[in-house]
């Protein structure tokens, strides 16, 4: 069982430029994209290490930018992922300097192109448990079914993105987002060893998928407010001393 804030949602299909394949139906769109976006791909927060642990999850940057691909409210840059901006630099530095490769190839500098956003996931609370599901079962219809019944949980997983103007730092906008999940992995036992090792990988994908489905949730709510946005301004210029003074 899956649910977030407003109705199921998850990242799903295929993304190829300004077309998509499979989208969810609940995925918010853009007619038009608003500029190139870098995504962080979160492996060096401090959330991360615990999540991946939890949920058994890699890697939640590649499902984040199928959503934002398949909305066509940005143009993805390979900037913001280390590891796939770092393998693209050294392809590009070979096929430029070894002499190796045709002439024409067109690997003279000023090919890539800048991102002008950032977008940053973080994980707020990480499939934190919301309390036993149908515990009072137990006791009424007993055996193992009962059991399961008594285990069942609710997790719960609450996620924000923020997105910033690369060339300012400004924070142009921030979004929250959550989504539940029935936690299977404690009522395994109640049918023996054999059945908790042959489910196991099922049992740890509930709150993998919640996650995903929070930061969907997340993102959705972030693309109707930036169709709506409007720059702040602030009397005087940014970050020119502001409103608020301090006295002497």
């Known amino acids: 069982m899956l649910s977030t804030g407003s109705s199921p949602t998850a990242a799903s299909g295929a993304a190829a430029g300004g077309t998509s394949a499979n989208a969810s139906d609940n995925l918010e769109r853009c007619a038009k994209p608003l500029g190139t976006i870098a995504v962080d791909d979160g492996r060096n927060k401090e959330w991360f290490a615990s999540f991946g642990a939890a949920t058994k999850v890699t890697s ?27 393998r693209i630099s050294a392809i590009t530095d070979k096929q430029r300097n070894s002499g190796e490769f045709r002439a024409g190839s067109k690997q003279q500098k000023g090919q890539r192109v800048a991102a002008d956003y950032f977008l940053e996931p973080a994980i707020i609370i990480d499939n934190d448990s919301t309390g036993k599901v149908a515990g009072a079962l137990g006791g009424l ?14 997790k719960v997983s609450v996620v924000t993105l923020t997105l910033y103007d690369i060339r300012s730092s400004v924070q142009i906008a921030i979004s929250e987002g959550n989504a539940t999940a029935t936690n299977y992995g404690a009522a395994l036992g109640a049918f023996g060893g054999g059945a908790a090792g042959s489910l196991g990988g099922f049992s740890r994908t509930p709150e993998g998928k919640a996650t995903v489905a ?19 301004e602030v009397e005087g210029g940014l970050g020119r001393g502001g409103k608020l003074k301090v006295g002497k």
């Open 60 to 86: 939640i940057e590649p499902l984040l930018r199928l959503a934002v691909q398949q909305s066509n409210c940005f143009v993805i840059t390979a900037i913001g992922n280390n590891r796939t901006d770092a």
């Open 214 to 232: 929070a930061f969907v949730d997340s993102y959705n709510q972030m693309v109707v407010a930036l169709r709506n946005y409007k720059a702040q």
């Open 141 to 154: 219809i007993g055996s193992n079914v009962g059991r399961l019944a008594g285990s069942l949980e609710s």
